[in-house]
């Protein structure tokens, strides 16, 4: 499958939808509160996006069963929404695509809740500047390897491991195409990237070990070691001297800061790195 640019009409598509998973984990991130079910957060992001006129696109991608993947503390990423309740000191990581007249957005943020220890916030913080450090490097005439090697180098900096196993990917008119876009490689290497690239940039960024495995339900990607993980993504357009980010944290982080129930690991707004 060949990298798929996008016109201008096109990229504008996609930031509508891109907006919508951001306002769609905004309204999550508003109703997160102990004793809450996943399963109960999933139901409100599904009903959130259709009432938008749109789908939500994980929902039966490759049989997945729901709205957002929900992955909580060492699960890195692909948590099957369930009746498993959410309690203080969890770090809840949230991922939703929709699909809107047929183009694709996809955006995830990771919450705490209450309180959890320092080293948990540094790991949240930490992983929000590896994203928006990847993000810096979406420009034409840039490679996709400059993008993965600041989110690595940043990452690992902190000690922090970086999964091998999952990528970013191109979006758009699908939810995964072309290229991969992984948080782990060599600058000056891989896809020369120009303006109508639409990419979704996505480190999913362990505690501990970089180490991960899937459990027995087909979905779940866990760490090894089973300290937690961190999951930021955003849909980039690659733009000429600067990225065009298509999704946004404005309302998520609003959202964040005015529930009384999350911890606040991103009080200091931080641009790109
Ligand atoms: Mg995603
Ligand atoms: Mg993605």
Known sequence: MQVVYKSEGQIEAIRVSSLL???TLAEVASRIKPGMRTIDLDRVAETFIRDHQAEPAFKGYHGFPASLCISVNAEVVHGIPGNRELKDGDVVSIDCGVNKGGFFGDSAYSFVIGEVPAKTIELLRVTKRCLMQGVSKAVEGMRIGDISEAVQDLA???GFGVVRELVGHGVGLK???KPEVPNFGKKGTGLLMKKGLVIAIEPMINAGKKQVKQLNDGWTIVTSDGLPSAHFEHTVAIGVGK???????DKIEIAEANNINLGKPHQITEVNG
């Open 21 to 23: 998973v951001g306002d």
């Open 156 to 158: 690992e900096s902190h």
């Open 175 to 177: 939810l995964h195409e």
């Open 243 to 249: 990225p065009d980010v298509l999704s946004s944290f």
